[in-house]
């Protein structure tokens, strides 16, 4: 199976900073990674898909690049009510992974 | 509304068994792949399993080969995870998800999730 790890498990972060999460993959994925926030007793929420592709209704302040085995999800000016938990997953084959999660939580 | 619910969580000892189900509404069903993903309590995100549109396509994590079986129904747009000899760290939140059409594994929308715990 692909291992997803995921780099920090927990960020302390304020209002307005910049914020920078990083994944990576055991192996290649090509683009076949996904980013989704969950906040505490809630579903996940899809954020990015093909490692760089804004989901339909997310904020232009998320962004996701990379391709291969590294990923980062960016935040570029963090905001309340983006304090959550973060997690990468793979879909690059049928077995699919997902990351530890990173906790973004207020500083 | 897009929506999943899910229902059929709840009590179960080791060695039982469960069926959970997800009725899906707002969207054409039978369209999609559709997955189920767990939480145990205070720990990540787990994929389960996933299925084709049609059923002939399935797929499961390790830990669950053997012991669960995915299942869809397009007529009464319902997703289904039978799970038996079930086991204390088969514990968790278990959500359905709406995959994709074509490319399989990134999952746009979610249940409110249902909780199995397994203890005796």
């Known amino acids: 199976d692909i291992q997803m790890t995921q780099s920090p498990s927990t960020l302390s972060a304020s209002v307005g900073d910049r914020v920078t999460i990083t994944c990576r993959a055991s192996q290649s994925i090509s683009r076949w990674l996904a980013w989704y926030q969950q906040k505490p007793g809630k579903a996940p929420k899809l954020l990015i898909y093909k490692a760089s592709s804004l989901e339909s209704g997310v904020p232009s302040r998320f962004s996701g690049s990379g391709s291969g085995t590294e990923f980062t999800l960016t935040i570029s000016s963090l905001q309340p009510d983006d304090f959550a938990t973060y997690y990468c997953q793979q879909y690059n084959s049928y077995s699919l992974t997902f990351g530890l999660g990173t906790k973004v939580e207020i500083k | 509304e897009v929506q999943l619910v899910e229902s059929g969580g709840g009590l179960v000892q080791p060695g039982g068994s469960l069926r959970l189900s997800c009725a899906a509404s707002?969207?054409?069903?039978?369209?999609?792949?559709m997955t189920w993903v767990r939480q145990a309590p205070g720990k990540g995100l787990e994929w389960v399993a996933n299925i084709k549109q049609d059923g002939s396509e399935k797929h499961y994590v390790d830990s669950a080969k053997g012991r669960f079986t995915i299942s869809r129904d397009n007529a009464k747009n319902s997703l289904y995870l039978q799970m038996s000899s079930l086991r204390a760290e088969d514990t968790a939140v278990y959500y359905c998800?709406?995959?994709?059409?074509?490319?399989?594994?990134?999952?746009?929308?979610w249940g409110q999730g249902t909780m199995v715990t397994v203890s005796s």
């Open positions: 707002g969207f054409t069903f039978s369209s999609y792949w």
């Open positions: 998800a709406r995959d994709g059409i074509v490319v399989v594994g990134a999952f746009d929308i």
